[in-house]
């Protein structure tokens, strides 16, 4: 690892509270690897050899059925940490991981992190931590997908890219529209067409670009409340 990419990696919060010499261990027997889009770091099915860390990009976890059917199921961006469990647990991966934007990703060998986690309280503590946080939120997930229409899903996802000031929002998509519709578990015809039903309540745009002129609306129509005037 290079020293830029030794710093970025303390940042983390997974590693920001462990102790020097055990830090050190893990960085010194790790790796980074450079990535283009479309790179597949392991596939489902594969046993873990490293626990992967985003250092800067996006990583789409996918899986397949045949070979027509593909469904994203979480995208994983800087500071992040990918398939901890699967590390942990020395299992099988259940997704396939590919680069969505050129990326940067540490690998720590497995059984290392394994060690430290055994012995270094801040590191196991920090784990519970994140692994807490991605419970929850694929427990958000599985509730929208259950609860929620095609047009309430996506307007759910554009709130959540909508900074916390009132009025007016132009904002940008995080991935390209046919990324989106897979990660909200839908096709890129029925995305079309809940962004075609928004539009009654000021959400229009082209490409990534959204412009949503009333967000107050947009959180009522996605708490089930009829659109007011």
């Known amino acids: ?14 590693f920001s509270r462990m102790s020097d010499a055990s830090f050190r261990g893990l960085a010194n027997g790790g790796l980074v690897q450079r990535l283009p889009p479309d790179a597949v770091l392991f596939e489902e099915g594969d046993r873990p050899e490293f626990l992967h860390v985003v250092l800067s990009g996006r ?62 309280i801040a590191l196991a503590y920090a784990m519970t931590e994140t692994l807490a946080r991605h419970w929850r939120g694929l427990v958000t997930q599985i ?21 916390a000031h009132q009025g007016p929002q132009t904002i940008r998509l995080e991935e390209d529209r046919r990324t989106v519709a ?26 990534r670009t959204i412009v949503v002129a009333d967000p107050a609306k947009l959180r009522a129509l996605c708490r089930g409340e009829a659109p007011r005037p």
Do not use: H, N
Not at 64 to 90: C, K, N
Not at 97 to 119: D, G, N, T
């Open 1 to 14: 690892m290079q020293p830029a990419d030794v710093s970025a990696l303390r940042r983390i919060d997974l």
């Open 59 to 120: 990583v789409a976890m996918l899986s397949t059925r045949g070979e027509q059917r593909e469904a994203i199921v979480e995208i994983f961006a800087s500071g992040e940490v990918m398939i901890a469990p699967a590390v942990i647990l020395d299992l099988p991966y259940l997704m396939t991981a590919r680069v969505a934007e050129s990326a940067r990703v540490a690998l720590i060998p497995a059984p290392a992190f394994r060690a430290a986690l055994a012995e270094e």
């Open 143 to 163: 509730k929208e997908l259950k609860l929620k229409s095609a047009t309430e899903r996506i307007g759910s996802y554009l709130l959540g890219l909508l900074p």
């Open 182 to 207: 897979s990660r909200l578990g839908m096709s890129p015809e029925s995305l079309s067409r809940a962004l075609c039903q928004l539009r009654r309540i000021g959400v229009t745009g082209s490409g």
